[in-house]
C-alpha cells in the first residue's frame, strides 16, 4: 500500500528558505565575539601603555618612593593603610565604618590554653591628613573587663599595639578597660617595663563599646610618631578569678612576638599623581620589589557618568512594549556589574603573576575573575627603573565592564537588525508565496471549470499577460484546453456523422440483399447470404444504439424540468420488467411517502431502463435483483443491486464514462459501452449523481443514484 507523503506546498518551502536568514544573526554573533576578542587585546594594549606612562612618571619621581620602609621579614605582615575621606568619629561604633567594609582584614587566631577558643576578630585601617584609625571587632562570648582595684594588672580581654616610634624604639601599647567607653592606654616597652613618659597614653585614644556578641574598639593614633613597623594582638581571657589568657589573635605580628609586619600609610603626593595620570573607573597600584603596596589610587566605583546607557536600560518614560523588550534583552545579554566582590580590596600586596613578571623587567598582563563571577577584571603590570634598576611596579587594573557595554550594543544592534531583516524577509516570502498560491488557485479552479463532469468544455480558459513561469503554463493550458475542445467536438459528431453517413450503404446492401433474396440462389450460396443480413442487421443496431446516445445528449440538454413523484415511475417500470418472459425476479422496497424530484419522468424511466438491463445481463443465473427507492435527509437513493462478479478494481468511476464495456462475452446484441454513460447523463440532469461499488453482504454490484428532493407543488 502506497503512502502519502504529506503536503508540503509553495509557502512552506518559501517559510524554509527564509530561515537560512537565522544564519545571519549566527554569523553578527560570531562576529561580535571575535570583536569582543579583538577589544579585549586591544583594552589590554592600552591599559600596557597607560601602565608604562605611570612607571614612567613615578620613574622620574622616585623621591615619592623612597618613604623609609622596613625590609621584610620573614612570616612578617604587610599593612598598607588606605586614606579615608573624611575623619571618624572616636565612638566605639562601627556606623562610620559601613562605606569601608571591604577594608576588614581577619586576624590570626590561636589557642593559648587547653580550653575551647571562642575568639575571632578583624581590624579595619585608615587615615586621615596626621591620624591612623584603627578598628577592631571581635567576636567574644563572654567579656571579662579589667578590674579597676587591681592597679597596674591588666589582666583581661584587651588590645595591644607593637610598634616602633619615630625613634625607631619597639614599644607596646596595651588598651584596656573596666567598662564600655574610653580605653586605658599604658605604654610599655618590649620586656613590659611601663615607659617614664607617658605621653602615649594621651597621644593615643581609644573608645570601647560592647556590640553583638562581643565588642569593638576604634582607636586613634598620629602617624608623626609611628615608625615603619606595626603589629596587633587581641587577647581573650573567660575566666574572671584566674584571668588567665585562652586565646589570642594577631595581624602584623608572628604568634612567637617576633617580626613586626611593615607598614606603609598612603602618601597623599603619590595618590595625586596617580590620580592625574589614571582616568576614572581605574585603579592603580604603586608596589615595592617586596609585592608591598605602598600606593594606591583610583576605583572601579568611579565609572564614567557620561557613558551612555545601554539599550536594555529601561526608562521611565518607555512604553510597555519597550519595557518588555529590554527586560528581554536583559535576561539575554550579560549586563556590567556596579557591585561585585572586590578580592583586593583590603590587600597590601600584591603576589600575581603578572606583578613577579614585571618586578623581573618584563611587563605583562593578567585576567582574574571575581570571586562572585560577575566581572573580568584586568590588571597591567610594568617596572617602574631607576637606570637600570627595578625599584618597583606600576600595576593599572580595569573592569570588563566597557567592553561588556560595547558587545551588548553591538548584540543590541544585531539582534534589531536581524530581527528586523527576517520579519522582512518572511512577511515577503509570505507575501510572495501567497500571491503565487492565489495565482496557481485560481489556475487550478478555472482549469477545474473548463472542463465540466462529463469530460466536455464547460467554460473558456482565458489568456494571462503575466510575463513568468506561471503566464507561461496558463498560456500552454489555453492553447491545449483549445485543441482538446476542438477534438472533442470532433468526438462529439463522430457518432452522428457515422450514423448518417452508414445509413445510406447500408440501406444500399440491404436493398441488394432483398433482391438476391427475391431471386433464385444456389443452396451453397444460402449460408453467405444469411450472414450478410445478419451482419447488416448488427450494423443497423449499432447505427441506432449511436443515434440514440446522441439524440439523448441532445434531449437532454432541450428538455424542461418539471417536478414529479419517482415512487410510481419505479413501481410501473420493475412492474414491466417482471412482466417480460425470461426476465429474472425483481426485489422491489419503497418508501411509504412520495419522493419528489426536479426533472423528466420519462428521462427517469430511460435511467432506470439501463440500471435494470445491467443489472439483468451480470446477474447470476436464480439470483434476484434488488431494486430500492428511499430518503436520506434531502436526498432520494435509488439503487439497483445484482449478484454475480464484482467490479474489476479501480473501474468505480470509468464504467460510467462513453464507450467503455466490462463484457468479456459476444453476444448477438452489440454492445458499445453507451448504457451506463446515458445513466450517468440522466442522473446529471437530475442534479445528482452515480456510483458503483461491490455488495458488501453476498458478492455482486450495487449502482446506486443520487438525486436531490424537490418540494411538491401544492
Not at 571575535?34 to 622616585?62: C, K, P, T, W
Not at 592625574?276 to 617586596?290: I, N, Q, T
Request: glycine share 8%; with cysteine; hydrophobic share 40%.
Amino acid at each position: 500500500m502506497q503512502t502519502s507523503l504529506p503536503r508540503f506546498g509553495l509557502r512552506s518551502k518559501l517559510m524554509v528558505v527564509a530561515l537560512t536568514l537565522l544564519a545571519i544573526p549566527w554569523i553578527g554573533y560570531r562576529y561580535v565575539i571575535e570583536m569582543q576578542q579583538f577589544l579585549r587585546a586591544n583594552e589590554e594594549n592600552v591599559l600596557q601603555e597607560h601602565a608604562r606612562i605611570v612607571a614612567a612618571a613615578l620613574g622620574d619621581r622616585s623621591s615619592l618612593l623612597t618613604q623609609p620602609i622596613a625590609e621584610r621579614e620573614a612570616g612578617a605582615d604587610h599593612l598598607f593603610v588606605r586614606p579615608l575621606p573624611s575623619p571618624m568619629q572616636l565612638d566605639g561604633y562601627s556606623d562610620d565604618w559601613a562605606l569601608h567594609r571591604d577594608r576588614r582584614q581577619p586576624l590570626r587566631v590561636a589557642a593559648t590554653s587547653s580550653e575551647p577558643v571562642d575568639l575571632a576578630a578583624t581590624l579595619s585601617l585608615g587615615s586621615y591628613e596626621s591620624d591612623l584609625y584603627l578598628l577592631f571587632e571581635v567576636s567574644d562570648d563572654r567579656l571579662v573587663y579589667r578590674d579597676p582595684r587591681a592597679g597596674r594588672d591588666v589582666r583581661a580581654d584587651r588590645v595591644e599595639l607593637w610598634l616602633y616610634d619615630a625613634s625607631d624604639r619597639l614599644l607596646r601599647l596595651t588598651l584596656a578597660t573596666s567598662a564600655p567607653g574610653w580605653v586605658d592606654v599604658v605604654a610599655t616597652d618590649a620586656r613590659g617595663a611601663r615607659l617614664a613618659d607617658q605621653s602615649w597614653a594621651t597621644a593615643v585614644r581609644g573608645e570601647w563599646q560592647e556590640a553583638s556578641g562581643g565588642y569593638a574598639v576604634e582607636v586613634k593614633v598620629p602617624i608623626a610618631r609611628l615608625g615603619t613597623r606595626l603589629g596587633a594582638v587581641v587577647y581573650d581571657v573567660d575566666d574572671g578569678e584566674a584571668r588567665r589568657d585562652t586565646a589570642t589573635a594577631t595581624i602584623g605580628r608572628s604568634e612567637t612576638g617576633q617580626n613586626l609586619g611593615t607598614v606603609v600609610v598612603a602618601a597623599p603626593e603619590v595618590e595625586h599623581l596617580l590620580l592625574r595620570l589614571v582616568r576614572p573607573g581605574m585603579r592603580a597600584w604603586v608596589v615595592d620589589k617586596s609585592h608591598r603596596v605602598i600606593g594606591l589610587a583610583g576605583g572601579f566605583d568611579e565609572t564614567d557618568r557620561n557613558e551612555q546607557p545601554s539599550a536594555s536600560q529601561s526608562s521611565s518614560e518607555d512604553s510597555s512594549w519597550q519595557l518588555m523588550y529590554r527586560l528581554l534583552l536583559g535576561l539575554l545579554l550579560q549586563q556590567p556589574a556596579s557591585e561585585f566582590q572586590d578580592d583586593l580590596s583590603a590587600a597590601s600586596r600584591l603576589d600575581g603573576a603578572e606583578v613577579t613578571t614585571a618586578l623581573n623587567g618584563t611587563p605583562a598582563t593578567r585576567w582574574r575573575q571575581t570571586p562572585d563571577q560577575r566581572v573580568n577584571i584586568l590588571t597591567a603590570a610594568y617596572p617602574i627603573k631607576v637606570g637600570d634598576e627595578v625599584i618597583g611596579v606600576a600595576a593599572l587594573e580595569e573592569t570588563s565592564n566597557s567592553i561588556v557595554l560595547v558587545r551588548n550594543r553591538a548584540m543590541e544592534m544585531l539582534i534589531n537588525l536581524s530581527a528586523a531583516a527576517f520579519l522582512l524577509a518572511v512577511a515577503g516570502s509570505l507575501l510572495l508565496a501567497t500571491w503565487l498560491s492565489v495565482r496557481i488557485r485560481r489556475l487550478n479552479r478555472e482549469m477545474q471549470a473548463a472542463i465540466g463532469p462529463e469530460g466536455r468544455m464547460a467554460s473558456p480558459l482565458q489568456g494571462a499577460s503575466a510575463n513568468d513561469e506561471i503566464g507561461d503554463i496558463r498560456r500552454s493550458f489555453v492553447q491545449l484546453l483549445e485543441r482538446l475542445g476542438r477534438y472533442h467536438g470532433y468526438l462529439e459528431g463522430l457518432a452522428r456523422k457515422l450514423s448518417h453517413e452508414l445509413r445510406t450503404p447500408m440501406t444500399v446492401v440491404r436493398s441488394s440483399l432483398e433482391n438476391l433474396s427475391a431471386g433464385t440462389v444456389a443452396p451453397d450460396s444460402q449460408v453467405y447470404l444469411q450472414r450478410a443480413e445478419e451482419g447488416i442487421r448488427r450494423l443497423d443496431a449499432i447505427v441506432t444504439r449511436m443515434s440514440e446516445a446522441s439524440r439523448l445528449e441532445q434531449a437532454v440538454r432541450a428538455e424542461t424540468a418539471r417536478t414529479f413523484d419517482a415512487v410510481p415511475v419505479v413501481r410501473g417500470c420493475v412492474e414491466g420488467y417482471s412482466a417480460l418472459a425470461g426476465a429474472p425476479r425483481f426485489n422491489l422496497r419503497l418508501p411509504d411517502v412520495e419522493v419528489p424530484l426536479r426533472g423528466h419522468p420519462d428521462l427517469f424511466a430511460q435511467m432506470l431502463d439501463k440500471l435494470a438491463a445491467n443489472a439483468r445481463d451480470f446477474h447470476s443465473v436464480g439470483t434476484a435483483i434488488d431494486v430500492a427507492l428511499e430518503t436520506i435527509d434531502d436526498m432520494a437513493l435509488l439503487s439497483v443491486a445484482n449478484e454475480g462478479p464484482g467490479l474489476p478494481r479501480n473501474m468505480g468511476r470509468q464504467i460510467f464514462d462513453s464507450m467503455v464495456s466490462l463484457r468479456e462475452e459476444r453476444g448477438s446484441e452489440p454492445h458499445l459501452g453507451l448504457g451506463l454513460y446515458i445513466v450517468r447523463l440522466i442522473a446529471e440532469f437530475h442534479g445528482g449523481a452515480v456510483s458503483a461499488e461491490d455488495r458488501s453482504d453476498k458478492p455482486g454490484v450495487a449502482v446506486t443514484v443520487r438525486l436531490p428532493l424537490a418540494p411538491m407543488p401544492p
